[in-house]
């Protein structure tokens, strides 16, 4: 059982930055692919991004890659997703995700353990 809380989230104007993290419950962090994904209001959660259970290799949605960066610390049982040029479109609840399948865009269905959300707002 793992158990996952965000941290982060908060309201910024377009083209600042935020960092988000995730704790993690449990020995067995390390050992899982983790990953972000998001949900604006009426619309599908949605895959944001992923790494790697020793954070080697790392995937991006298309919408977010080369201005979010996620990362993890074992040590730590923490990853992060570092989001710089936030755009209004980039509104969302963020959701950690801990034990997924790894793939370019793993899907919220093969997700073990969902955090509880943290609200990111981007005013135009």
């Known amino acids: 059982q793992v158990q996952l809380v965000e941290s982060g989230g908060g309201l910024v104007q377009a083209g600042g930055s935020l960092r988000l993290s995730c704790a993690a419950s449990g020995r067995t962090f390390s050992s899982y692919v983790m990953g972000w994904f998001r949900q604006a209001p009426g619309k599908e959660r949605e895959f944001v991004a992923v790494?790697?259970?020793?954070?080697?290799?790392?995937s991006y949605a298309d919408s977010v890659k080369g201005r979010f960066t996620i990362s993890r610390d074992n040590a730590k049982n923490t990853v992060y997703l570092q989001m710089n040029s936030l755009k209004p479109e980039d509104t969302a609840v963020y959701y950690c995700?801990?034990?997924?399948?790894?793939?370019?865009?793993?899907?919220?269905?093969?997700?073990?353990?969902w955090g509880q959300g943290t609200q990111v707002t981007v005013s135009s």
């Open positions: 995700a801990a034990d997924l399948l790894y793939s370019a865009t793993p899907l919220p269905r093969n997700v073990g353990y």
């Open positions: 790494i790697s259970w020793r954070g080697a290799s790392t």
